[in-house]
């Protein structure tokens, strides 16, 4: 997320600190600002307080200069605010807990071992690469209830792979936040799919800010 950085206010700084610095996170809906981040430079405010010393390489006894840091939790609700739609969550690809889900679509009169052996050949194969992918196979769910399902959660790629699909040795590819389609080779998904997350993430983060 983009966020503004700066220093507090007199009024605003830690209480007993020299000075705080902040990233605030800008919420679309309200105008207003969230504390993402902060850090406060202490001094030896405490250390006089509560007498915090160390021996120093003269073997004198000094107080201690303290700083204090935080990111707070909130932070992820700020996310879900800045990046999600009225669908549900769109999460970025770095900390999305699955980046990729692989939707068979197998219809009646299709040759479905061929297709489900082909969806697990590309999960295997993202999964070599590192990327957190998940293979929805389930039979007591039709595609449309995945799709929803994957896009309540915020995956940020679905990739369908149905007969036409598996003719032309390729899979259809679905970008979560802004829903653009397109067709990528099987035997180049290794290789493309890491590159479409970045690509990803620069354009949610272009787009916040």
Excluded at 36 to 50: E, I, R
Excluded at 99 to 118: C, E, T, W
Excluded at 164 to 173: A, G, I, L, P
Aim: aromatic share 8%; net charge neutral.
């Amino acid at each position: 997320m983009p966020v503004v950085k700066g220093k507090k206010s007199d009024d605003e700084r830690f209480a007993g600190a020299y000075f705080t610095t902040t990233t605030e996170i800008y919420v679309p809906v309200s105008g207003r600002g969230i504390q993402g981040a902060t850090s406060h430079q202490l001094g030896q405010n405490f250390a006089k307080m509560f007498e915090i010393n160390f021996e120093d390489q003269n073997s004198e006894k000094k107080q201690v200069w303290q700083t204090s840091w935080g990111l707070s939790t909130r932070s992820i609700g700020a996310m879900i605010m800045v990046h999600s739609d009225d669908t549900g969550l769109v999460l970025p690809p770095k900390v999305a807990h699955t980046q990729v889900v692989i939707i068979p679509i197998i219809k009646k009169g299709d040759d479905a071992a061929a297709i489900k052996a082909a969806a697990e050949k590309a999960y295997s194969s993202l999964k070599a690469a590192g990327v957190r992918v998940d293979l929805d196979d389930r039979d007591n769910y039709n595609p449309g209830f995945k799709y929803n399902h994957w896009e309540l959660r915020g995956t940020p790629i679905r990739l369908e792979l149905g007969k036409k699909d598996f003719d032309n040795q390729e899979v259809r590819c679905c970008k979560r936040h802004d829903g653009v389609k397109s067709q990528i080779k099987q035997d180049t998904l290794a290789e493309e799919i890491p590159k479409l997350l970045e690509v990803i993430h620069k354009e949610m983060y272009d787009k916040a800010l």
